[in-house]
């Protein structure tokens, strides 16, 4: 541990505030308690997250925002235990299912992969291997964990490829690559990833290497199958839009910390952090009609150079004498924390009013 | 395996040899008539009449204008005629079929043994970077690029044929007649060429295993669940195959020149001792067939290499 007290909420008392959980409390599908990330570098350990919480019911579809390297991403690649082992170092429990991830054998972690737990990247082109074909590439995803014969493995992608919305699946199966277009390579990822039936599906991201109109069909496809089999869902993603389109809740991350945690419509109308009103009021089109677009003014601190209390304080307006202490995450209603001291009293504005 | 693709790909570079070959034979001949020597001088013997050399230049051409006797050459050589030897007067294919499988031989077995050694080693390294085995591969490639192949040449026979006496030192034997003999005379020579392509395969294929290993395609087959052995064994290593090939591909066209002098220190009678003793004697048949052949060879071996890049690579043929 880093030696900073965080008082998180109540892990339950979110849960049992979840926007689609409200009939029973379930248990959780992942529960991400106080994980910290670092990197090992020539000149000591950079830490890049620091006591991330969060929970996921099942089903769920969950947005985790914010800009260029407050360490969104590598919260979902540590999910799957996907970054490099020599370098980074991974504190805290990621419990999926009760299972502790974070310290599972490297043998058991790979039986989670794949079969518990999918992950689709930012860009299909350099995510797939070039030199097989789309449908040798679906049909090992499911062959690793199933024993089925090549040729079962082979109607089994074909069947993916048909359900992600691929036409004429049976002669796509043996194209390679380079020869479908960046959505088709979007959708092979995610016949791949959904092979399977994970029960959790992280996507990273999956829609910026897109052209517009491709993104929103990738978007709807995400949905539309999340829902249709069950799969929850972490969207990561800096494009707030997509978030309000596809997801339930909205994870606010600044600077490696979770800054805010809240449903999608709440957030969206009345943000709770100084951080993410920013973010919503730097949307185009859908504060203002004309003038200058919103920003954040200054730039986030280097890893290495973090701030006591507040991270964000140096960025933010409404900073006071007392946001330099520590920030825990506070409970503002049921179901809504935030990491600022001041935001039971703030009132401000959201992309939606 | 032959799709028109591929055939298109042979046409053209069968077709783009015809000015490799027609140059670098032009060349060769421009620089033996550049520098000093006259073969007409040999020929004629000690304190010869000018009257004497005069007629042996009248006999064999040689005071015809350059540009017509290298025409003339290239007449017979493209209607399969390479000439004789100015000196031995023996027919220069002769010559080439008997000195040719030496060369071939020590070179296929040095390509052989480079890949042998090299790949394990390059494999070995990449997957544990930093490791102190990969520092040993690396150690071990630093020297064999640095060590001068007739240098080591020297230290092998002066060990294992002179101290141990478990091999022959010199000479060579036709892998016709007793192959056992041929093989054990090729075998240190064959070492001398390999250890620079030991250490070139190695680092090679370290590299790009190295950053195949670490690329985002790879981290999606390890979120798939694939253990760190297939990612290895059928993802790693049919990606870098391409790599892998260029390298032994130049290799190849490498040794195939290194072998001069490699030829000259276990005193092989292969091509580099031919086109050698060609060249002191202004022998000029003599090295233009050798050169010719040499050519041949190396733009079979290039063109090879094109058609295995489309087999390995889908994304080459089409």
Known sequence: ?353 | MLNSGRLRIIGRRLLQAIPVVVLSTFIVFGLLKLVPGDVAVTLAGDNASEQRIAEIRELYGLNQPFLLQYGSWLWKAAHGDLSSSLISNEAVLTSIQRCLPHTLLIVALALFMAMLVGIPLGIAAATKPGSWIDGFVMAIASLGVAVPNFWLGMLLVAFFSLQLNWLPATGAVSLMKDPWASLSHAILPAVALASGGIAEVARQLRSSLVEILSSQQVRTLHAKGLPPSSILWRHGLKNVSVNLLTVVSLLANRLLAATVVVEAVFAIPGMGGLIVNGAMNRDFPVVQGVVFTMVLIVVTLNLLTDILYSVLDPRISS
């Open chain 1, 1 to 353: 541990m880093t030696g900073v007290i965080d008082i998180s909420a109540p892990t339950s008392a979110r849960v049992a505030g979840m926007p689609d959980a409200g009939v029973s409390p379930q248990p959780p599908l992942l529960e991400v308690r106080d994980l910290s990330l670092s990197f090992a570098t020539a000149r000591g350990a950079l830490p890049i997250t620091r006591n991330v919480n969060f929970t996921i019911a099942p089903g769920e579809r969950v947005g985790l925002v914010g800009e260029s390297g407050c360490g969104k991403t590598v919260t979902g690649l540590s999910l799957l235990r996907l970054l490099p082992p020599q370098s980074a170092r991974i504190q805290g429990d990621i419990l999926f299912n009760g299972t502790n991830l974070a310290t599972l054998s490297p043998r058991r972690m790979r039986a989670v992969r794949g079969r518990e737990i999918a992950m689709i990247f930012q860009e299909p082109m350099s995510a797939l291997d070039p030199v097989f074909t789309v449908g040798d590439q679906i049909s090992e995803a499911y062959r690793i964990h199933f024993p089925v014969s090549r040729a079962e493995g082979r109607e089994r992608a074909i069947a993916a490829l048909r359900e992600v919305g691929i036409p004429a699946p049976e002669r796509r199966c043996d194209e390679y690559p380079h020869q479908l277009s960046g959505g088709m390579r979007q959708r092979v990822m995610i016949a791949m990833a959904l092979i399977c039936k994970p029960k959790l599906l992280v996507a990273d991201e999956p829609t910026t290497a897109l052209d517009v109109t491709v993104q929103a069909q990738i978007t709807d496809l995400l949905r539309s199958l999340s829902e249709r089999t069950g799969t929850a869902l972490i969207f990561i993603t800096h494009d707030l839009g997509v978030v309000a389109e596809t997801c339930t809740r909205m994870i606010t991350m600044y600077a490696g910390e979770v800054v805010e945690d809240a449903p999608v419509d709440d957030v969206l109308t009345r943000p709770r952090h100084p951080y993410t009103s920013g973010l919503l009021r730097s949307l185009p089109g859908l504060s203002k009609r004309r003038g200058v677009l919103t920003s954040i003014p200054g730039r986030v601190p280097s890893p290495n150079a973090m701030p006591a209390g507040c991270r964000f304080r140096s960025r933010c307006t409404h900073v006071v004498a007392g946001c330099e202490q520590s920030q825990p995450m506070i409970e503002i209603e049921s179901g809504r924390t935030a990491r600022c001291w001041r935001a039971p009293e703030l009132v401000l504005p959201g992309a939606v009013n």
